[in-house]
């Protein structure tokens, strides 16, 4: 097992990557959301904004 001095630094780095992106992500879909005069964030706002950074998820992003 890993001592976690060890560890900590790649968490935290891991954990930085995923606010930025998860803020990528939120930033995008409410965009899409005002863009079309709503307040509610739908899923497949959430599905643009995820095609929009170069992540579809499979069968569902073929949709749009």
Not at 33 to 47: F, L, N, P, Q
Not at 48 to 64: E, F, P, R, S
């Amino acid at each position: 097992m890993w001592h976690k001095a060890y560890q900590w630094p790649y968490l935290q780095r891991d954990m930085r990557f995923l606010k930025i992106s998860l803020d990528d992500i939120m930033r995008d879909a409410i965009k899409y959301s005002e863009d079309t005069c709503r307040e509610t964030i739908t899923a497949m706002d959430v599905i643009y904004a995820l095609k929009c950074q170069g992540c579809t998820i499979i069968h569902y992003g073929d949709l749009v």
